[in-house]
């Protein structure tokens, strides 16, 4: 069963969307039986990855830096590990702005209106959908909100800032004293990952859930209705996951490409299907640390950091779609202005919270600042978010790809084997 979970993930997402798309054209009736039996399954898999993340990031952080063994290779893993975020960072935006100024898809918005074909599900009632939201959602807004924090973003950074903390005291701690703390990390972090081994045996039935109401709900019309602005989206995301991707994987990790993708099929599906980076984490260390067989202490470092800020896929579409509300605003951004553009998807990117939407609050910030208010415009934010998130559920799979992409070519630069 092990063995075979992968394909069965893979299989899941595949019947997800059929099913999804399947039910919307025949039975557009089946909203319902979808939020009373299907939803809530697919919504209890999504909650408990996430409660795991807190626990995955205060203890696969530390550890990591940790097993460093001394400051000076701590930061050569950072250094290097950085280095390729911002490689990777800086291809994506490039990617966009050229597509973009290739395909103008702000052009071709003139006088359409946003469509009104997303099924809504309303909020779950049933003893299913009861029983699941006793289960927080967002452990991070959650901790956000007790502190009157505005945003879940800032919480995240905030643990995060604390785990490398941590992970510098035990790092800094004589041998001796430290020992019994790491036993204890090693054992925290040992349980989440076999809760997560427990929880990735469900995920092939979580993994259609989640998938089946996406598309239940958007159906393929949404991407025609955008037209140009998803097509460039999703061939920006292309080019950057099968073009920039395998080309770092081969000639700086020099890494078998065959085993790459068996090996992250498991991550790339829950990242598909679940639109979220950092609930995908800990079923990204899993196959770091197993199939793809990279060294715990840099691909730990690398995804817990990576999970928060390393988000090409973000930043690629932040770039498409400042540029394309700025142009269905009618305002032509001059090459100066695209180029800051660049610079701010990169710098937003690296704050936005890896959870489904969480760059639309970015968008928002970047386009106020060029001077561009969406919402007096009349082809407002809301023009995207019918579409926003399948775009989300593709790019947070670039995202997590690029996290695996630069751990792999950060454990080759350590020494690592592939
Ligand atoms: N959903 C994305 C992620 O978790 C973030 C975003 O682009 O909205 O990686």
Redesign the pocket.
Known sequence: MEKRSPWWVLAGLVAGVGTGLGLRAWQPNAGPFLQTWVEPWGELFLRLLFLLVIPVLLTALPLAIASAGSLLRLGRTALSAFALALLLGASSVLVALALVNVTHPGKSMAGKVPPAEEIALGQGSGFLAQAVNLIPGNPFGLLAGWLGWESSAKMMLAILGLAVGLGLMMLLLPESRGKGIRQAWEGTFAICMRFIAGLIRWAPGAVFCLTCLSFFRTGPELLGYLGTFGLTVLLALALQGFGVYPVLLRVLGKYDLGKFWRGIREPLST?FAT????ATLPVTLRAAEGPLGLRPEISRFVLTAGASTN?N??AL?EGVTVIFLAQAAGVDLSLTQQAVVAGYALIASMG?????????PMIAAVLASLGVNPDNTGVGIALILGVDRFL?MC??SI??TGDLVIAVVADRWAGGKS
């Open positions: 990242a639109a979220s980076s950092n988000q896929g973000t579409y936005t919270a890896g959870v489904p939407g969480g760059t639309l989300d790019r947070t995202n997590v």
